[in-house]
């Protein structure tokens, strides 16, 4: 199998730019995930300067200027986080205003020019003061101590303009661009200017990477495992086609201006669609929004989506070096129920572990993380954990007047679902559980004895149902949910739910293509929740559909034995 997964496209099934207008440029292929069209200069995130070892000392006659080398370093650094303060609105704009001041921060300099004068080197200094205030800000803990993070960052920056090397970290560029990367941490991803980035590739990552995930809640186009895109130079103009999976490169200005307008009008087009999400004959189907915060879920309160089907809550704790208190966890949640204030809104426990890790959650290294103590198997370490985030979960619902429902991640057992349940319902919360292991798919009706409700995660049921890495770019082909295996658990799932006639969602990737999502709704599912993006192309696609449609496709995909033939049977059925 090769990196290049044309013919898994994902998405909405057409090509809004299509590669034949863009004849004669030269294309490279990956696995599209947000789909839109972006066109733009190549930029790409700066490495990390290594800081020299600080053995050497400053002779006492260069301390001087040693000690103006750093202080001009760290002005430029404020100056230029200042710059983009400017240029940038709303809570961005406050951060980089904050991290600008922080990098002229008294203590701070004082503490590394003090070092400068007893001979270290401007670059060990800057590394030295920083540990002695991020020893200090964990210490305090709290607020203090997510600061810990930008005040590395500032290090970071300083050291490399002591060393003249390229800025770190993804630059902020002053025209529209198209960010070229390996892979992004979901920080870095989260951390993206829509107007600025309008198109991202990243050569490794799968379709269902958090990268991915959070592209797509920002809107921006964006293919992974694209082979051949670490041969690309800076300064080159690309288009990332999020619906073919091409990345376009050096293309007819005029051809690719075209296509961004194309994609733009057909996107416009499916934005039209208001809700409420049904089938073209009225059978209903709750359309709902995965969030990750706050402000994900107001932006998502702009779409039609009804609720929040998946709150990611693990994703608000990434940077966090300790736990965040019981109070500080409600205000949080509290603010994703008063976006959706009288609609559905499912919160998930943290699923911290695996390529999400908690720093607070300790977790130890593991071989095999992906299988490792993960989910809803932290609790099972350190039960307090989750105590603290029911108890906060449930004081959020208290003070917004929500009833939210509560979901654990990655549940294998009936056993670990009777005990989630338990302890949700002790607080007044409505229990339910994620199908994201095989084992718990296949006992799903053993599984909703305990709860009330079930939400499929696709992502990682595809994952160990193929016993496949959803990280790897290699095996992207194998962690697509069209594969016929996946499919079958859902039906099998989904069917339980109907027996008893409990709801069962889907909340994983699956639900974000337009096309899978009507043959989730044709084998029983209730809810599909997707990326705030994702909702309308949802939504539109399904009110063109009949529910006996869907079920004659869902029958169809059944019976294939390949992801490529389930997608032609689907196609042929609904398209
Ligand atoms: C999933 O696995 O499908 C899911 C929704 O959870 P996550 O992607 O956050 O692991
Ligand atoms: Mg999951």
């Given at each position: ?30 696995a ?33 200027t ?15 986080l200042?710059g ?41 200094a ?23 993070t930008?005040?590395r ?21 002053t ?42 809640q ?55 669609w ?6 073209s ?60 204030a ?23 290294a ?62 007044g919360?409505?229990?339910?559980v ?127 034995d ?14």
């Amino acid at each position: 199998m090769t990196g290049t997964l044309r013919t898994e496209t994902q998405g909405t099934g057409a090509s809004l730019s299509g590669p034949s207008a863009l004849r004669g440029s030269s294309v490279l292929r990956g696995a599209p995930v947000v789909p839109g069209v972006g066109y733009g200069p190549v930029i790409r995130p700066g490495r990390r300067a290594e800081v020299p070892s600080a053995a050497s000392v400053v002779d006492e006659l260069d301390r001087g200027t040693e000690l103006e080398r750093f202080r001009a370093a760290a002005a430029v650094v404020a100056g230029r986080l200042r710059g983009r303060a400017e240029l940038a609105t709303g809570a961005a704009s406050e951060v980089l205003s904050a991290n600008a001041a922080m990098a002229q921060d008294r203590g701070w300099l004082k503490a590394a020019e003090k070092l400068i004068g007893t001979g270290s080197p401007a670059t060990a200094a800057a590394d030295a003061a920083t540990e002695q205030f991020a020893a200090m800000f964990v210490k305090v803990g709290g607020l203090m101590a997510e600061r810990v993070t930008d005040l590395r960052d500032i290090r970071d920056r300083v050291v490399a303009e002591i060393l003249g090397s390229p800025e770190p970290g993804v630059p902020t560029p002053t025209v529209p661009s198209v960010l070229f990367a390996d892979d992004l941490a979901p920080a870095d991803t989260a951390g993206l200017d829509a107007e600025l980035i309008v198109g991202l590739a990243t050569s490794l990552g799968g379709p269902t990477s958090h990268t991915a995930i959070i592209a797509r809640q920002l809107g921006i186009p964006c293919v992974v495992a694209v082979v051949g895109l670490d041969d690309v130079p800076e300064g080159t103009t690309a288009v990332v086609d999020g619906i073919t999976g091409d990345i376009v490169l050096e293309p007819d200005a005029a051809l690719a201006d075209a296509a961004v307008k194309t994609a733009r009008a057909e996107l416009d087009r499916v934005s039209q669609w208001t809700g409420p999400g049904r089938t073209s004959d009225g059978h209903s189907v709750d359309i709902l929004a995965n969030v990750q915060d706050g402000a994900g879920a107001r932006a998502a309160r702009m779409t039609a989506a009804d609720g929040v089907g998946l709150f990611r809550t693990e994703l608000c704790f990434l940077d966090r070096d300790t736990e965040p208190t019981v109070d500080e966890q409600a205000e949080i949640y509290g603010q994703v129920l008063d976006a959706f204030a009288g609609h559905k809104v499912v919160i998930r426990t943290l699923d911290a572990g695996s390529d999400k890790p908690l720093r607070f959650a300790n977790h130890a290294a593991e071989a095999n993380p992906a299988l490792g103590i993960r989910g809803i198997r932290i609790a099972e370490q350190d039960r307090g954990i989750l105590y603290r985030q029911l108890d906060g979960i449930a004081a959020a619902a208290a003070a917004t007047g929500s009833a939210p429902w509560v979901m654990a991640p990655m549940i294998a057992t009936a056993a670990e679902a009777e005990a989630f349940a338990a302890d949700t319902r002790a607080r007044g919360l409505k229990p339910g559980v994620m199908i994201e292991v095989p084992a718990a798919a296949l006992l799903a009706e053993h599984i909703l004895r305990h709860v009330d409700f079930l939400s499929i995660g696709t992502n990682d049921l595809a994952q160990y149902t193929m016993a496949a890495d959803r990280m790897s770019s290699q095996l992207a082909a194998l962690t697509d949910p069209w594969q016929p295996a996946v499919i079958a658990l859902v039906a099998h799932t989904a069917k339980a739910g109907a027996a008893v006639g409990k709801p069962v969602g889907v909340c994983g990737e699956a639900a974000a293509d337009p096309l899978l999502a009507c043959v989730l709704v044709g084998l029983g599912i209730t809810s599909l929740s997707a990326a705030s993006a994702a909702v309308a192309h949802v939504g539109a696609k399904l009110s063109t559909v009949n529910l006996a449609q869907c079920k004659e496709a869902a029958a169809a995909a059944l019976k294939t034995d390949s992801s490529t033939a389930a997608r032609a049977a689907v196609a042929a059925i609904l398209n």
